[in-house]
């Protein structure tokens, strides 16, 4: 037991500093979680929405999110996830198909036999592959070439990669790219039938569970505490300073925050401590939130390809998780630096529901019952050609300073199991450095 030592700080309650904390408090060590918003959960933390209380992104669960499923079991939840048949729709040339299955691949317009065999056999492997060393290598867009053809590219792929990454599209490395590929492409129960799952009352849920844990096991989790600074003085960790001044002395820090972020709070510490973080880019995201009287398609997720919207998808989160309406995210993912970013909410929503038009024309105005615009400016590390040597080390060179981001779980892509597990980890990786070097 550390008790007698000053608390283990825990930057950020999302899905990773809040699985952190728990699992250093589990371990018998005192936490103190401080968080810059008025509310645990980060990316995936619920708000009021025309009063249904609901995730401010959509977050839906895959088969393989073991980590989520073996937290849920500890805490007592192993009942809450539901697993549900889904679907997915394509929009391209002016109509609405099914997609994600090779019935559908087989009828899909505008490619033809030898091109569809080759996009599904690049599917296929990509959920049996494992080794991603090579991948990591090569760009996403030279990868879906050198399988499926250039024309295959443009049609499919190139317009939903650069309606996410706009002039970072061709930076994108494929091991990322084949990793998303792999997660979803598993999670059936046939090469025919899709299924993902939510939890029970939303992501929340999950994240309020671990907060209660945590704070039954003496853990203190602070809101709207950000923290300004991390304090080093000579490679020496000294603690945190708040962004009220206030000063906590701390020999074992765990950021969570993102690796942009991370860069203000080191900016007082070695240019070579901050660097590695400052090379990794994120992009942001503005995520529209359409509540409808009716239902738009009977799929979970639409890819869109169409030129009259700068939209790759929309997500009917409510044919997955049932909400009593139906509920539409559109994500506009975009750099930060792209004009279109600081448009006002008007621009995106009326972006928004024309795409929702598109796949069903009879959605009118009327129809809309509920709008919300979110903003998050570092949604999506940029996993760049070559990225797994650009992360550094959970464990910085300064003892007890610990720094990790969704990226640091790289090739898998941002998700809650992943944070969970990575969190694991370093809450080990404490316990570890305060058992060997600390009593030396
Ligand atoms: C649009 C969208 C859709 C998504 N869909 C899914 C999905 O379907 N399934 C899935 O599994 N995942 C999904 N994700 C990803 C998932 O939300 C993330 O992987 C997960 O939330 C990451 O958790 P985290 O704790 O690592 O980071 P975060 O959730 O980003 O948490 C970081 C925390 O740090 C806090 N913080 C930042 N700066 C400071 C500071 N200075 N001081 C103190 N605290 C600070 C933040 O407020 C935040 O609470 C989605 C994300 C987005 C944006």
């Known amino acids: 037991m550390n008790d007698a030592r000053s608390p283990l700080i825990v930057i950020g309650a999302g899905p990773m500093g809040l699985a952190a904390a728990y699992y250093a408090a589990k371990a018998g060590r005192r936490v103190t979680v401080l968080e810059a918003g008025d509310r645990v959960g980060g990316m995936a933390a619920h708000f009021d929405f ?41 929009f391209a040339d002016g109509g609405l198909h099914d997609w994600g299955d090779p019935v ?33 290598q090569i760009s996403a867009r030279d990868w879906f070439i050198g399988w499926c053809g250039r024309s295959v590219y443009d049609r ?81 960790l000294q603690g945190v300073a708040l962004a009220d001044g206030e000063t906590i002395v701390a020999q074992d820090v765990i950021s969570t925050a993102p690796t942009p972020v991370v860069v203000e709070m080191l900016a007082d510490a070695p240019e070579s401590l901050s ?35 700068e939209i790759p998808g929309i997500v009917e989160f409510s044919n997955l998780r049932p909400v009593g309406k139906t509920v539409v995210y559109v994500p506009f993912y975009m750099p930060q630096t792209n004009p279109k970013f600081g448009r006002d909410d008007e621009a995106f929503l009326d972006e928004a529901m024309r795409a929702v038009q598109l796949v069903n024309p009879s959605i009118s105005d009327d129809d809309i019952l509920a709008t919300h615009v979110g903003r998050l400016r570092h949604a999506q590390p940029i996993c760049e050609v070559g990225f797994a040597d650009m992360i550094p080390p959970a464990q910085t060179p300064v003892r007890g300073l610990q720094i990790a981001d969704t990226c640091f779980y790289y090739p898998e892509d941002r998700g809650v199991s992943e944070s969970i597990k990575f969190a ?13 070097t600390r009593s030396a």
């Open 104 to 136: 559908s691949l087989l009828k899909f317009p505008g490619m033809n036999l030898f091109e569809k065999i080759r996009y599904g056999v690049q599917a296929f492997y990509s959920t049996k592959r494992n080794d991603w060393a090579r991948l990591d």
């Open 275 to 309: 660097a590695p973080y400052r090379a990794i880019r994120n992009i942001g995201v503005v995520c529209v939130m359409l509540k409808l009287k009716r239902q738009v398609s009977p799929h979970f997720w639409v890819n869109i390809a169409d030129p009259s919207v």
């Open 156 to 236: 499919m792929w190139r317009p939903l990669m650069e309606l996410k990454f706009y002039e970072l599209a061709d930076e994108i490395s494929a091991a990322w790219m084949w990793q998303r590929i792999k997660r979803l492409g598993n999670s059936r129960k046939s090469l025919f039938e899709e299924r993902l799952g939510y939890i029970e009352g939303g992501s929340e849920a999950l994240m309020k569970a671990i907060a209660a844990a945590i704070r039954s096991m003496g853990g203190d989790i602070r809101l709207n505490a950000p923290v300004k600074r991390i304090l080093i003085e000579e490679d020496v």
């Open 424 to 436: 694991r980890g370093m809450a080990e990786a404490a316990a570890d450095t305060t058992d060997a």
């Open 50 to 90: 025309d009063g249904l209380s609901i995730e401010r992104f959509y977050h839906f669960c895959c088969l393989s999110d073991l980590d989520t499923l073996s937290l849920l079991d500890e805490l007592g939840m192993g009942d809450a996830m539901n697993w549900r048949r889904t679907t997915m729709g394509y």
